[in-house]
């Protein structure tokens, strides 16, 4: 991936455009303010609660850019200029090696961004994107992983076409519940 990857996803009735691209440093002061809410904390994998753990979570995504197994990007509403895009989620695909037929999706929204469907949309595109540039190296399948409690996450899978395959066992400390494995393959 030599040039920079930028998705556009196009308004709907109830949200504007949205612009998913690359983590940059510039982004560590959004994502440390909207880390404050408890909702998404709940849910996270790795806490960020200031600009030392907002800058070493960029870099990571950063590095998983580089080594070409982890695409992390930011979600941003599009705003007309002069004003500045705002953050209101990640997207992520990870685990991608050359022959494996699976990925892995993850994402979050935003507190202020929910129920917008800025998730569902944001997850689309990645879908696409993904299936559009792995497909030929083996991509077969993305598998998104959510606790069973998380209700919401289970709605956005379903919404993107990801088909309930399996509950999996809990796996303390990250996965301190079941979860629910969804599965979207190529031809979906």
């Known amino acids: 991936m030599s040039a920079p990857v930028v998705l556009q996803v196009a308004a709907s009735p109830v949200s504007p455009a949205l612009v ?3 983590w940059r440093m510039a982004d560590v002061a959004a994502l ?3 880390s404050r ?20 979570w960029v870099q990571a995504q950063q590095q998983g850019w580089a080594a070409g197994c982890r695409f992390g990007f930011a ?4 705003q007309p200029a002069p004003v500045r ?12 090696t050359s022959g494996k037929p699976a990925a892995e999706v993850g994402y979050w929204t935003a507190a202020h961004a929910r129920g917008r469907g800025v998730a569902s949309r944001a997850l ?9 540039t792995f497909e030929a190296d083996g991509l077969e399948r993305l598998e998104l992983l ?8 289970c709605r956005v899978a379903q919404k993107s076409r990801y088909d309930f395959d399996t509950i999996l066992p809990a796996a303390p400390p990250s996965f301190p519940h079941d979860g629910h494995l969804h599965i979207r393959r190529t031809s979906t």
């Open 37 to 56: 809410a408890p909702a998404l904390r709940q849910w996270a994998s790795s806490v960020v609660a200031n600009d030392a753990d907002g800058t070493r």
């Open 32 to 34: 440390v303010e909207v």
């Open 85 to 96: 895009e705002q953050l209101v989620g990640s997207v992520v695909l990870k685990e991608v």
């Open 124 to 132: 689309e595109a990645l879908t696409c994107w993904a299936f559009d």
């Open 146 to 153: 959510h606790q069973v409690d998380n209700l919401a996450s």
């Open 20 to 22: 998913l691209r690359p």
């Open 75 to 78: 979600v941003l509403e599009a």
